[in-house]
Nanobody, 121 residues
Framework: QVQLVESGGGLVQPGGSLRLSCTAS????????MAWYRQAPGKQRESVAR???????NYADSVKGRFTISRDNAKNTVYLQMNSLKPEDTAVYYC???????????????WGQGTQVTVSS
């Protein structure tokens, strides 16, 4: 019913910036929350930033002050602006959506396909 498409990943040098985008499509009645997670090889997937429908925002301590999550409601798109990138930020970044689906009016969770972010000199 709902699909997430991510873009914006790539290779960047330490100290550089990237902007990730995630667009939700489908029969969405309402979005409850959108978030970004990341997973490095051999490590658990971790929450990076979360934006709720009430516009409350939570960041992982490791990215606080460097990353910014934002949303374009009209486009059903969430962004992650990543500044001052560090090698330890290297991971696959996943978009996450909690939404009420039209028709059923049931709430589901969805994951994007993931986009690779590599921070290296």
């Amino acid at each position: 019913q709902v699909q997430l498409v991510e873009s914006g990943g790539g290779l960047v040098q330490p100290g550089g910036s990237l902007r990730l985008s995630c667009t939700a499509s489908g029969n969405i009645f309402s979005i409850k929350a959108m978030a970004w997670y990341r997973q490095a090889p051999g490590k658990q997937r971790e929450s990076v930033a979360r934006l709720t429908s009430g516009d409350s925002i939570n960041y992982a301590d490791s990215v606080k002050g460097r990353f910014t999550i934002s949303r374009d409601n009209a486009k059903n798109t969430v962004y992650l602006q990543m500044n001052s990138l560090k090698p330890e930020d290297t991971a696959v970044y996943y978009c996450y959506l909690e939404a009420v689906v039209g028709g059923t009016l049931l709430q589901y969770a969805y994951w994007g396909q993931g986009t690779q972010v590599t921070v290296s000199s």
